[in-house]
T-cell receptor, first 114, second 112 residues
Framework: NAGVTQTPKFRVLKTGQSMTLLCAQDMNHEYMYWYRQDPGMGLRLIHYSVGEGTTAKGEVPDGYNVSRLKKQNFLLGLESAAPSQTSVYFC?????????????FGSGTRLTVV | DQQVKQNSPSLSVQEGRISILNCDYTNSMFDYFLWYKKYPAEGPTFLISISSIKDKNEDGRFTVFLNKSAKHLSLHIVPSQPGDSAVYFCAASQTGANNLFFGTGTRLTVIP
């Protein structure tokens, strides 16, 4: 099905370990985003990309890095995981930054850092 | 600092009645507002949006109202159905900015 696919869906990491979350979209969208969702808080933007080869910081970028080497993929990396990064991570994409139909989200990655 | 606020964490409504979900924002530069619906273990899905040049937008059973002077918007669902049970997020953005600011969500339960 067309849309945004996130892998993995679940992951448990030990403090200090690294990992990469993959987001793939097949809608030819230019813009892609990584959000995190924490209890009692709305979704908060980590990093985003306005096109292949570009990345920019969002509200909460510390501790994360991203890459957009191909238009359809947006990778989120944690170099040294911390318990504070325990969260549900959502990737989203949109054709332009102001689509009338909003963002298309993936189903999320639940990450636990112990 | 939360720029978009949903002060009701939960709401229960009888099937067939109206559900009203509220959202307040603090940034007067926001000019585009959206509602998303989220089921467990799924990502948010777009429901309805409204531009600041309007005060109302309808789509079937869903209507969003915007009161710019009060910095307040609301989502009306009528009639409510059990399948509407989900978490609803309000979001806001500013033209030219590359971010949506989300509220904390309201969990709607429609009782059959």
């Amino acid at each position: 099905n067309a849309g945004v696919t996130q892998t993995p869906k679940f992951r448990v990491l030990k403090t200090g370990q690294s990992m990469t979350l993959l987001c793939a979209q097949d809608m030819n969208h230019e813009y892609m985003y990584w959000y995190r969702q924490d209890p009692g808080m709305g979704l908060r933007l980590i990093h985003y990309s306005v096109g292949e080869g570009t990345t920019a910081k969002g509200e909460v970028p510390d501790g994360y890095n991203v890459s957009r080497l191909k238009k359809q993929n947006f990778l989120l990396g944690l170099e040294s995981a911390a318990p504070s990064q325990t969260s549900v991570y959502f990737c989203a994409s949109t054709l332009t930054g102001t689509d009338d139909y909003g963002y298309t989200f993936g189903s999320g990655t639940r990450l636990t850092v112990v | 600092d939360q720029q978009v606020k949903q002060n009701s964490p939960s709401l229960s409504v009888q099937e067939g009645r109206i559900s009203i979900l509220n959202c307040d924002y603090t940034n007067s530069m926001f000019d585009y507002f959206l509602w998303y619906k989220k089921y467990p273990a799924e990502g948010p899905t777009f429901l309805i949006s409204i531009s600041s040049i309007k005060d109302k937008n309808e789509d079937g059973r869903f209507t969003v109202f915007l009161n710019k002077s009060a910095k307040h918007l609301s989502l009306h669902i009528v009639p409510s159905q059990p399948g509407d049970s989900a978490v609803y997020f309000c979001a806001a953005s500013q033209t030219g900015a590359n971010n949506l600011f989300f509220g904390t969500g309201t969990r709607l339960t429609v009782i059959p």
